[in-house]
């Protein structure tokens, strides 16, 4: 049974920083790419930062890019999302999501992702 369990999610300031952890399991964690999605109150989900299987390549969101970096440990089958700068519309559910082999691009789809995390909330104060 394949699990996406996230962590790292809370309360920070505006300006302050935060990463959230997204461990796996039950699937072959170096054959698949990884992403981050989040999903503000009213709004549909919305992709954030992606990187591929063999983390080669990354894509970020306009809206977090140059404030997010995302990483992955494929010794401890987890990954990353380190951000900065938050600013209170950062304020979402953050979700890890898992496919298999797909570009970095390719994992913005949110209609491909295999399996997807519970889900971290993530507040920002203004």
């Known amino acids: 049974q394949v699990q996406l369990i996230e962590s790292g999610g809370g309360l920070v300031q505006a300006g302050g920083s935060l990463r959230l952890s997204c461990a796996a399991s039950?699937?072959?964690?170096?054959?698949?790419?990884m992403g981050w999605f989040r999903q503000a109150p009213g709004k549909e989900r919305e992709f954030v930062a992606a990187?591929?299987?063999?983390?080669?390549?990354?894509y970020y969101a306009d809206s977090v890019k140059g404030r997010a970096t995302i990483s992955r440990d494929d010794a401890k089958k987890t990954v990353y999302l380190q951000m900065y700068s938050l600013k209170p519309e950062d304020t979402a559910v953050y979700y890890c999501?898992?496919?298999?082999?797909?570009?970095?691009?390719?994992?913005?789809?949110?209609?491909?992702?295999?399996?997807w995390g519970q889900g971290t909330q993530v507040t920002v104060s203004s």
């Open positions: 039950g699937l072959t964690f170096r054959t698949y790419s």
């Open positions: 999501a898992a496919r298999p082999l797909a570009t970095a691009q390719g994992m913005a789809d949110l209609t491909n992702v295999h399996y």
């Open positions: 990187m591929t299987w063999s983390g080669g390549s990354t």
